[in-house]
């Protein structure tokens, strides 16, 4: 059982890799970076979601031009990635769904964050690469991965081993965003 600190140095750790070899990620790697996807918690069980694989380099790079922006230079390095995970927004169950009504919350978008970061976290413990990506063109994602209309692509993830060097956390002092016992 890993402890606390151990725990800690993965989460500082883990970090937005935007360059990757062009090693292939061995399926049992990814196999439990996807499961820990899965082993997400989320409101009332309802596991919102669906992980589309991408291994495909033919796929990839279709993908990759779905996700770059090149007018601005945005998201080029893609293309370098072995593995492209897609995650897709599914219907919450109806306990989750009345919850979110009633509460004004959409729970899935939350839970759909948590399984991200289970895969990101699991990919570090694994040695491989990430970064999640919300700028991309949905409706090609959709037409490039038969995603029904009704469907939402929330996300990508690109996978991989990284060739990106670590880089010191930078965040906000505690003070700025840690209070206890009021605002």
């Keep these: 059982m890993l402890d606390g600190k151990?725990?800690?140095?993965?989460?500082?750790?883990?970090?937005?890799?935007?360059?990757?070899s062009?090693?292939?990620?061995?399926?049992?790697?990814?196999e439990r970076i996807i499961e820990a996807g899965r082993m997400a918690p989320s409101a009332c069980n309802a596991q919102p979601w669906k992980f589309i694989v991408v291994t495909?380099?033919?796929?990839?790079?279709?993908?990759?031009?779905a996700a770059s922006a090149k007018l601005i230079g945005m998201n080029s390095f893609v293309a370098q990635a072995?593995?492209?995970?897609?995650?897709?927004?599914?219907?919450?169950?109806m306990s989750s769904k009345v919850g979110a009504t009633i509460k004004n919350k959409d729970y899935s978008l939350i839970d759909i964050g948590i399984a991200t970061e289970n895969i990101c976290l699991q990919a570090k413990a694994e040695g491989i690469g990430s970064c999640i990506i919300?700028?991309?063109?949905?409706?090609?994602?959709?037409?490039?991965?038969?995603?029904?209309k009704s469907k939402r692509v929330?996300?990508?993830?690109?996978?991989?081993?990284?060739?990106?060097?670590?880089?010191e956390k930078r965040r906000k002092p505690d003070e700025e965003t840690v209070?206890?016992?009021k605002y």
């Design 154 to 167: 929330e996300l990508i993830i690109t996978l991989g081993y990284s060739l990106s060097e670590q880089r």
């Design 56 to 65: 495909d380099s033919e796929l990839v790079l279709k993908i990759a031009e």
């Design 134 to 148: 919300g700028w991309f063109d949905e409706r090609l994602l959709r037409k490039l991965l038969g995603i029904p």
């Design 82 to 93: 072995p593995v492209i995970l897609v995650i897709v927004r599914e219907k919450p169950n």
């Design 179 to 181: 209070s206890y016992n």
């Design 22 to 30: 062009d090693r292939r990620v061995e399926t049992e790697k990814l």
């Design 6 to 20: 151990n725990i800690l140095d993965l989460i500082t750790s883990r970090q937005s890799d935007r360059k990757y």
